[in-house]
């Protein structure tokens, strides 16, 4: 579009041309004794210099786009590592062979004016410079998203590159979201879900990262075969910290999956490394899929438990023979008349002879105080304040059902206010009522622990406790249903610790023949380890990185959720410790620095190599809390496990509209100029100050003018 911006009126930019203009043609005619041609030259040459200077004050502009150079580069990332060796694109290629071809063309590409720049990547990242590549460039490894991106903002910036497109499977280990990029990044997938290859397969499975010792590590492997035309034959080995526990052959029919079951118990705490491997079938697309590998953290179980009988319930026997059978620590306290108590169990506490203590402190040994009977008059309003604040103080109290719970309680006693349910008059009630766990998707290991139970068995329980309701906060793990569903086991948090309510005393009788004995061990133990899994948050680990580059240092920081008065004594210490893998000597060990919220600690040149960080805090001689992580430091990280490459791989750094198919090349190229496009701006160009040309026209016919005068003897 072409308009004019008049540096003076318009009016007399016209006046002064054509009088301009008139003063030459009366020159023409009257002023020149010259040849006729010579007089038409020099006219022409003066008229032209003024329609030049009419022009330029005229100041004409011109609309134009223009690409915004801040956005003038297209960047291309090229993913080489491991999985990309798979053999699953069209024509039995690989991924990187297939992403390399479809790179090889976008070289050609006018990304309407911006540069491009090539790199591929792996663990590191490189620009491409030499394009006549072996098959796979690099020496595979893994894939981090997070390098490659922090490699491309240093060397061209996101802030200015246009689009970013990357050829990838999408698997990732560095956990990458790219909620800051910057950048539009489009994505084109190179792979399968493998299910049209041969393959055999670890399919994905879900597993708990962190245990307690003795706690059953429980596990369902499904494994897959597909794109043979018969059955294979295979077998699975089981690996802990790289010894062998189990194997077991398997006969596979292509197109099914089966689940394989494997249980372990863990003795001792620490940091585990569970490898599950398949035997390999000739032609498969990929072996790293035969391989999984999975991290357990295992904590101290926990250390002391309590069971306080104001009164013996038919839970008495059951419970002292389950707590022997599984090695914990523990104490049954139990009235012989009215104050004398007896204990036994695998610890006998002086401070229980006389029932409750009478301090609350006197209880911060004990991780579980299990009370068997809850109804008013059992227990004395000192007694039921000490378990008020033992609970205060983050312990765990739990409140077991039967004949002498859940009835009549009276309000506003400490007792009422730790009860996670309001209780009834009349609370037990005998009858057949069938265990429910509730929504998968919302439910607690516990509680999952306690569904695989239920699907082994008819059996019911014979009586629970009803209530009036469950308190406000408080969380049912457990239901029952009978003609209607009712609750079953409740935790309500209260104060730092909290309190679970099991209303049955009825679970000893619940399975068949040593079905029964199996079902009421799991439970209690499972029970238990949940009681206490607040105390894992008394410590909280945070590190800049689990998989360290080489030379990089490790940074540890941790947030603490000990009261006050530990923080300050003088026997607390908090400290980092760094142990190569399978060994018990420390490397190095560093005491923590509070700094701000945090207590934070570094530890620097790790060679290469793979390390075990514990973390623990200790009052004393007295470890309170744990906490374990695996650092890879130096070393190439290899891919494994999960290879199907599928769009939900990509969401986390670009949107579905931007996840394309090694087919759709040309979609992608438009979609990309599209983008750029968006970002020209358009503007007015002014030739008159942006361009020499008019003052260079003026300079030349000027120049030419007043040669032709010499020239011509005018002078």
């Excluded at 909290?498 to 079902?519: D, E, F, M």
Aim: with cysteine; aromatic share 10%.
């Amino acid at each position: 579009m072409f308009n004019f911006y008049p540096l003076i009126p318009v009016w007399l930019i016209l006046l002064s041309g054509a009088f301009a203009l008139g003063m030459v043609y009366f020159t023409l005619k009257h002023g020149m004794d010259l040849p006729e041609w010579k007089c038409y030259l020099l006219s022409g040459i003066r008229a032209a210099v003024i329609m030049v200077l009419v022009l330029m004050l005229l100041c004409p502009g011109i609309t134009v786009n223009e690409q915004n150079r801040q956005r003038s580069n297209v960047v291309v990332l090229l993913d080489d590592s491991g999985s990309m060796a798979t053999r699953d694109m069209p024509g039995n290629i690989t991924r990187y062979r297939a992403a390399l071809d479809f790179a090889q063309k976008l070289r050609g590409v006018d990304f309407s004016g911006c540069r491009k720049h090539f790199y591929s990547f792996n663990t590191k990242t490189e620009l491409i410079k030499d394009w006549d590549v072996p098959e796979m460039r690099g020496a595979g490894g893994g894939t981090d998203f997070e390098q490659a991106f922090n490699c491309v903002n240093r060397d061209v910036g996101l802030a200015e590159t246009a689009a970013v497109v990357l050829l990838s499977d999408g698997l990732d280990y560095s956990a990458f979201t790219g909620n800051k990029l910057g950048a539009p990044v489009f994505a084109v997938k190179f792979g399968s879900e493998l299910s049209a290859v041969k393959d055999l397969r670890i399919e994905d499975f879900s597993y708990p990262r962190k245990l307690y010792t003795n706690e059953e590590f429980d596990l369902s492997i499904p494994v897959s075969l597909s794109g043979y035309e018969d059955g294979r034959e295979s077998r699975i080995t089981f690996y802990v910290d790289g010894k062998e526990v189990k194997q077991q052959s398997l006969k596979l029919s292509p197109g099914r999956t089966i689940d394989l079951p494997f249980k372990y118990s863990f003795t001792k705490p620490g940091l585990y490394i569970v490898k599950i491997r398949l035997d390999h079938l000739a032609d498969e697309a990929s072996y790293l899929n035969n391989k999984s590998e999975l991290i357990v953290e295992v904590n101290s179980g926990h250390n002391y438990t309590v069971c306080y009988f104001p009164v013996l319930t038919n839970s008495f026997r059951p419970l002292v023979r389950q707590f022997r059978s599984s090695g914990r620590k523990f104490s049954a306290v139990y009235r012989l008349r009215k104050d004398k108590f007896n204990q036994i169990g695998t610890r006998i506490n002086p401070l229980f002879d006389g029932g409750i203590p009478t301090k609350a402190k006197a209880l911060k040994d004990v991780d579980v105080f299990v009370l068997a009977a809850t109804q008013s008059g059992l227990l004395s309003t000192e007694q039921e304040s000490v378990l008020e604040q033992y609970v205060a103080n983050g312990g765990t109290l739990v409140m077991l059902g039967g004949e002498k719970s859940f009835g009549s309680v009276a309000a506003g006693t400490p007792l009422a206010q730790l009860m996670p349910v309001k209780s009834r008059r009349t609370s037990f009630v005998p009858g057949r009522f069938r265990i429910v766990a509730g929504n998968k998707r919302e439910r607690s290991r516990f509680a999952d622990r306690i569904a695989e139970l239920c699907a082994q068995t008819s059996a019911v329980l014979e009586g629970v406790n009803l209530v009036e309701s469950v308190k406000e906060g408080a969380e049912v793990l457990l239901s029952v249903e009978a003609a209607e569903k009712y609750p079953l086991v409740v935790a309500l948090p209260y104060g730092r610790g909290k309190v679970i309510a099991v209303l049955t005393n009825s679970l000893h009788l619940w399975g068949h023949g040593k079905q029964r004995r199996r079902n009421f061990g799991v439970f209690w133990e499972q029970l238990i380890n949940y009681a206490g899994r607040g105390k894992d948050d008394l410590l909280k680990v945070a590190l800049n990185k689990t998989k360290l580059p080489k030379n990089e240092t490790l940074k540890v920081s941790v947030k603490t959720n000990f009261s006050g008065k530990t923080l300050k004594s003088p026997d607390f210490k908090l400290e980092s410790a760094l142990y190569r893998l399978h060994s018990d000597n420390a490397l190095a060990v560093k005491s923590l620095n509070k700094t701000d919220a945090f207590y934070k600690a570094r530890f620097a040149n790790l060679r290469p190599g793979t390390y075990i960080l514990e973390t623990r805090a200790a009052l004393g001689k007295r470890i309170l809390s744990r906490r374990y992580n695996l650092i890879i430091a130096g070393k190439e990280i290899n891919e494994g496990g999960n290879l199907k490459a599928v769009d939900e791989n990509f969401l986390k750094f670009c949107s579905a509209g931007r996840i394309y198919d090694s087919a759709e090349r040309t979609k992608l190229v438009d979609d990309i100029i599209r983008t750029i496009r968006k970002n020209d701006v358009e503007r007015e160009w002014y030739p008159l100050f942006e361009t020499p040309f008019f003052y260079f026209a003026v300079l030349v016919l000027l120049m030419g003018g007043w040669y032709l005068r010499r020239k011509f003897n005018l002078f």
